[in-house]
Structures are given as C-alpha cells and as structure tokens.
Nanobody
Framework: QMQLVESGGGLVQAGGSLRLSCAAS??????????RGWFRQSPWKEREFVAA????????GYADSVKDRFTISIDSAKNTVYLQMNSLKPENTEVYYC?????????????????WGQGTQVTVSS
C-alpha cells in the first residue's frame, strides 16, 4: 500500500502564497507511474478538482479558477508532489487533499483516484 501525507497548509493573508507538499511512503517505487492530483473541499461543498500531473507525458491540468495562480510540480527523487499557490483569495479557504491514481483520463474526477492523503487546512484571511 502507498500512503500520502500532505503538509504546508496554514493561515495566510489574501494575496499571499503557500506551497503544499504531498509525500508518498510505503509502496512508492511505482509513484512516478501514477497520475497525481490535488483536490479541495469545504464542509458545504463536494470535493473539487484543483490540479493534476499526468503520468502520461507529464502533462498538467488545472481548474479554471486556479489557472495562472497555482502550479503543480513533481520531485520524483523525493516521491513528492507540490502545489504552489499564489495570489490566494479568501474563497480558497478549504482543506486540500493530494491523491494518486493509475489511470490517465478524466483526471478531474475524484472517484477515479485510488489513494488519498488526510488533507491539510488552508485558511486565507481578508
């Protein structure tokens, strides 16, 4: 089994930046063969897609609401995926989750991801 652990959340003022990290442990020797994604959720909303790094060609995809502000990246040597978040807004206050799956299609669908981290809280003050 593979475990995912997020870190890097916290409190930041609007306009500020945070970098989230997601480290894989356990059966990580195939981590690079997974599509890795970031999702977020508030208590009053369903979990929504933020960004993904496909195992197929290393292509990336983003939700329209975060394009040009958020960047997903990979450090394969550290089995870690990052989410750099700039120009944060109060409405970005949510719990952020990293996830991994073996497929390469429909990367925005949370139901297709096999592995999930426990989540890290991001709070953006106005």
């Amino acid at each position: 089994q593979m475990q995912l652990v997020e870190s890097g959340g916290g409190l930041v003022q609007a306009g500020g930046s945070l970098r989230l990290s997601c480290a894989a442990s356990g059966r990580t020797f195939t981590f690079s063969s997974y599509t890795r994604g970031w999702f977020r959720q508030s208590p009053w909303k369903e979990r929504e897609f933020v960004a993904a790094f496909s195992r197929s060609g290393g292509t990336t995809g983003y939700a329209d609401s975060v394009k040009d502000r958020f960047t997903i990246s990979i450090d394969s040597a550290k089995n870690t995926v990052y989410l750099q978040m700039n120009s944060l807004k109060p409405e970005n206050t949510e719990v952020y989750y990293c996830a991994a799956k073996t497929g390469v299609i429909n990367n925005k669908l949370s139901s297709l991801y096999n592995y999930w981290g426990q989540g890290t809280q991001v709070t953006v003050s106005s």
